[in-house]
């Protein structure tokens, strides 16, 4: 079987030289002594993990970042990268977590892309640390075939995931090794770069020593996988009243990201939950009883699903969960007299992307200067949604979210006391008005 040809990762099939002294700092003298990286590719979503021990020439001035190298393709799929510093041993080991920021230095001759992870505490000429860095890439692996003719109730699927033997590293690498996880022992096919093996379910490529800065050997793994979803899009809704229940909407657009069955049409199995729940059109179907067991058990008995469109061949779905959250489990008040709302960002399937996602916090009447935390980047914007109530609207993008972003972040605002009062007297006001109306016409 012929393995399919891409064109983003070709610019980086031969770096095979070294970066030029202008590519980083001068006073840069770190090596990479030893590296052990996992990829975990039992899903459909490619987990890296990197160990590094890294030190600091007796001869260089203090170092206060480590650089990271990434493909140009592996930059345009990154969804998530993170680094903490190891120090100690054994029980005694400190994990210090480090920030990480693409590099403002260009790109290296063969096309490299550098970040750095930011040393709190300066590595001193003649020290010696150890990193594990943590990066996730989304939609690398192809189907291969990308189209399936099969009369079988679940049939193979076989994707190619492409990669290279050694870890791309603009520093000298002592001594490194890969191994490549994979969900089951269904190898068809595997790139050798001697020493190379493969035993069941993991391949180990190594042990390399003594490897140029900004060396790649391009490798390709061709095997089986299970089917996996995506979603397309994901706009979440947050309503937050002043008293009762935060009202969450989510609608999505997903669809099965694998091979594509010819000529046989597939539908999800749909079925009308117990009409003791909220909505007589509620659905449920395959996938989505997943996410319905990670929400809180507090609002499973507030939880309604609307399939708007079914799966065809592929398969593609878009449907509506709602659900409710009791509001003083979020709505807390801080030390400075401003109350914030403590939610969690992104989608809680791990193994599943979200290409697309926003959602929307609508503040109780009367907030204002709304203030975001969120442990990573995202577009933020805000506006008044109601101009006579004052609701403050609060809205949150971003793209490529996996299951690591799937954190808690903090709206902070500032409330007005006068509107606590803002719902009771408007009942009272209505009660007051059929009242007079009910004086009127009695007594007149």
Request: with cysteine.
């Amino acid at each position: 079987m012929t393995p399919p040809i891409r064109s983003l990762p070709i610019v980086v099939l031969f770096f095979l030289s070294a970066v030029s002294s202008s590519s980083l700092p001068p006073e840069d003298g770190i090596r990479v002594v030893s590296a052990e990286r996992l990829i975990h590719l039992t899903g459909p979503i490619a987990r890296v993990i990197i160990t590094l021990e890294v030190e600091n020439s007796a001869a260089a001035s203090d170092a206060s970042q480590v650089f990271l190298a990434f493909t140009p393709w592996e930059v345009k799929h990154l969804a998530f990268v993170k680094a903490t510093r190891v120090d100690g041993k054994h029980r005694k080991k400190a994990h210090e977590p480090l920030r990480v920021q693409a590099s403002d230095l260009p790109a290296t001759p063969n096309g490299a892309r550098l970040y750095s992870a930011l040393l709190s505490t300066h590595l001193k000429p003649g020290e010696s640390t150890t990193l594990e860095v943590l990066y996730v890439l989304t939609h690398v692996l192809d189907p291969y075939p990308a189209r399936i003719v099969s009369q079988s109730a679940e049939p193979r699927q076989l994707v190619y995931y492409h990669d290279s033997a050694v870890i791309l590293s603009p520093y000298h690498v002592v001594e490194q090794v890969t191994y490549i996880k994979m969900p089951s022992d269904m190898v068809e096919s595997f790139t050798k770069v001697d020493p190379t093996s493969c035993a069941g379910a993991e391949m180990k490529y190594g042990t390399y020593y003594d490897r140029m800065p900004i060396t790649y050997l391009p490798i390709s793994v061709h095997y089986e996988n299970r089917p996996f979803a995506v979603v397309q899009k994901l706009e979440r809704k947050v309503d937050v009243p002043r008293r009762g229940h935060i009202k969450v909407t989510d609608k999505y657009k997903m669809k099965q990201d694998g091979a594509w069955y010819k000529r046989i049409f597939l539908r999800l199995a749909a079925t009308i939950l117990p009409e003791s729940l909220f909505s007589s059109s509620r659905l449920e179907c395959p996938g989505i009883l997943a996410f319905a067991k990670t929400l809180p058990s507090s609002s499973k008995d507030r939880l309604y699903f609307t399939l708007v469109q079914g799966p065809r061949y592929g398969w593609h779905c878009t449907f509506t969960a709602g659900y409710g959250l009791p509001l003083e489990n979020y709505l807390f008040e801080s030390v400075d007299g401003r109350r914030y709302i403590n939610l969690t960002f992104g989608f809680p399937q791990l193994d599943t992307v979200v290409d697309d996602f926003a959602t929307t916090i609508v503040l109780p009447e009367g907030s204002k200067n709304p203030q975001t935390i969120v442990p990573f980047p995202t577009k933020t914007s805000y506006s008044y949604l109601y101009y006579v109530t004052g609701r403050t609207k609060v809205v949150l993008k971003n793209k490529n979210v996996v299951g690591e972003h799937n954190v808690p972040f903090q709206v902070y605002y500032e409330s007005n006391p006068i509107f606590v009062l803002a719902d009771p007297l408007t009942v009272w006001a209505v009660i007051g008005f059929i009242a007079v109306c009910i004086a009127y016409f009695y007594f007149t």
